[in-house]
């Protein structure tokens, strides 16, 4: 059973940058597809970012060529390296994955299609 366990959140003002972390335990695989969502005060959980086993990213419009996603399989590591931070990112940011071998391609964004999911980690922008 995998689970998930994000870190790196905290406070810091517009204009500037955070990275957080995600470690997988139990059994995952570098197969797996993973991602980051966010969910702001008084709205529902939107994607942020995507990365498939093969290592290619897909990300939401509100945070390309802002926000990088990584992973390092040795490290059981997803990483989101957060740049040029607006006061509107301010969220609980969640790491998901799903099982091996899945590739979601277009349809990353849905939550369904995860099967484990961090506990999330506060960002909080000031502007």
């Known amino acids: 059973q995998g689970q998930l366990a994000e870190s790196g959140g905290g406070s810091v003002q517009a204009g500037g940058s955070l990275r957080l972390s995600c470690t997988a335990s139990g059994y995952m695989s570098s197969s797996t597809c993973m991602a980051w969502f966010r969910r702001a005060p008084g709205k529902g959980r939107e994607g942020v970012a995507a990365?498939?086993?093969?290592?290619?990213?897909t990300y939401a419009d509100s945070v390309r060529g802002r926000f990088i996603i990584s992973r390092d399989n040795a490290k059981n590591t997803l990483y989101l390296q957060m740049n040029t931070l607006k006061f509107e990112d301010t969220a609980v940011y969640y790491c998901?994955?799903?099982?091996?071998?899945?590739?979601?391609?277009?349809?990353?964004?849905?939550?369904?299609?995860?099967?484990?999911w961090g506990q999330g980690t506060q960002v909080t922008v000031s502007s």
């Open positions: 990365i498939e086993g093969d290592g290619s990213t």
């Open positions: 998901a994955a799903t099982l091996p071998q899945t590739r979601l391609g277009d349809w990353w964004y849905v939550t369904g299609r995860y099967n484990y």
